[in-house]
């Protein structure tokens, strides 16, 4: 079924992809990891994806076939991310984001573990649930290891935010928070009883705002090499559909 930007009788004006066919306008959901930017700005600031807020007592992932959030875990113990949660699109903590991390650690085996970057927003604002997108402003990070993986994530600020909008690096944030957000991830997969010493989670370092930067350039690479064949074989599908 080919579709084509059209009017639909009736519209005034409104153009969405359209099939004559059918009674009512056919609209798709972008999907939030590749067909969404990063933004012009980045990396000082990025578009986030948000999958979990601070009120969460549920672990949401998004679902990278579908991109639509689904339920990962419930959370096994009472604590909950203290910030807003989620993804950095079009980045893969691939290749060479592993390579940097491998060299500010000494840890030779590190890979990366082929997800998008994830990044942890501070706002004094309340949401009420995940499946959003905003700006952010990168200002650190934590240099987490899970697995042998790196799996760094980006601690941020949202764009404005009256508390928050103007630390421009981790260095400005309070202690306390930092700590939080810490504990969270070194307790976040344990489950309740499990001793301590199983956990695989550590965090090898907290870093400032340009070797946050750092870290996204890189993992903007490893997007660009890791789904560049899939990109060709999306435009081919596309000219093969909608012509040249």
Do not use: N
């Not at 549920?58 to 076939?65: F, G, I, L, P, S």
């Not at 579908?66 to 203290?82: A, E, I, M, N, Y």
């Amino acid at each position: 079924m080919i579709m084509r930007l059209a009017a639909p009788p009736g519209s005034r004006g409104l153009r969405l992809p359209y099939d004559p066919a059918m009674s009512a306008p056919l609209v798709w959901k972008t999907h939030p990891w590749h067909g969404v930017a990063i933004g012009s700005a980045a990396p000082a600031v990025v578009t986030a994806y948000v999958e979990i807020v601070p009120s969460d007592a549920v672990k949401y992932e998004m679902d990278k076939t579908t991109g639509h959030l689904r339920v990962d875990r419930p959370q096994k113990f009472s604590s909950v991310c203290p910030t807003l949660y989620g993804f950095i699109p079009q980045t893969l903590s691939g290749e060479r984001a592993a390579e940097l991390s491998r060299r500010r650690t000494g840890r030779e085996g590190l890979s990366g573990d082929d997800d998008p970057l994830d990044i942890c927003v501070f706002s004094e604002k309340s949401f009420s649930h995940g499946d959003f997108l905003l700006e952010a402003r990168p200002i650190g990070g934590l240099r987490v290891i899970d697995q042998g993986q790196a799996d760094d994530k980006i601690v941020a600020v949202l764009a404005g935010d009256i508390t928050f909008g103007e630390i421009d690096d981790v260095a400005g944030l309070p202690r306390p928070l930092l700590d939080r957000l810490e504990h969270y991830f070194l307790t976040y997969k344990l489950s309740p009883g499990s001793p301590a010493d199983k956990q695989e989670i550590e965090i090898a370092q907290i870093f400032g705002r340009d070797e946050a930067h750092e870290v996204i350039r890189l993992s903007q690479a490893d997007y660009q090499a890791g789904f560049a064949e899939l990109r060709r074989d999306l435009l081919d599908a596309l000219r093969d559909t909608f012509g040249p």
